[in-house]
């Protein structure tokens, strides 16, 4: 009688471990399938954060975002469409300057005397994006490239919507990753910052 119990319990114990470890295993598969159904969407997509559900976004800018349906400006293999993004969202605020221009002219343009644009510092940006005005993050690329409308390799520019973490600034952009909400240091490091006047 002692060994059968003994037997049962060794058959029980194994069971239970074999079930948890079973258990674990589906568990596990499930969290990673998980991860990667929603890696391949972001990958598919592009998109970050939908600023619906964006906390430090102004919910006006954030519209407007959304108003342009950022995703058509995706990348398409090696290109990419910022600039064409920007305009679109500028034009939101009624600005319509930017008309066939690529990041580092934007970032010339706006850094000229008297254009109606304005350097700020990033706690400056994410004021003037609270209070719902426009402003960019650009970053100019001064390395010489051939076939380019302005003979340097591509700049970059995105829309600051609002504040990301306390002192970032969250931004809409396309790019290599496109997306309607992110935090600025998710695209480039050092931008500089622009605001309308």
Known sequence: MPVN???RSTRSTRS???TRSTRSTRSTRSTRSTRSTTARRTQRTGV?????AA??????LAAKVRNINIQRFARRGNTTFCNQAFNA???QHGFRGFNGLVAN???TR??????????VDANEAIRMAQQGRLVAAAWYNNTPRAGRPDGKAPGHIAAVIGEYAPGVPGIAQAGTRTYEWGPVTASRRNPTYFVRE
């Open 55 to 60: 906390r430090g976004a102004n919910p006006t």
């Open 48 to 52: 970050a954060t939908r600023t619906r």
């Open 89 to 91: 969202y500028a034009a």
């Open 16 to 18: 239970t471990r074999t």
């Open 110 to 119: 706006m850094n000229t005397p008297g254009s109606g644009w304005r350097r």
């Open 5 to 7: 119990s003994t037997s």
């Open 105 to 107: 002219q934007m970032f």
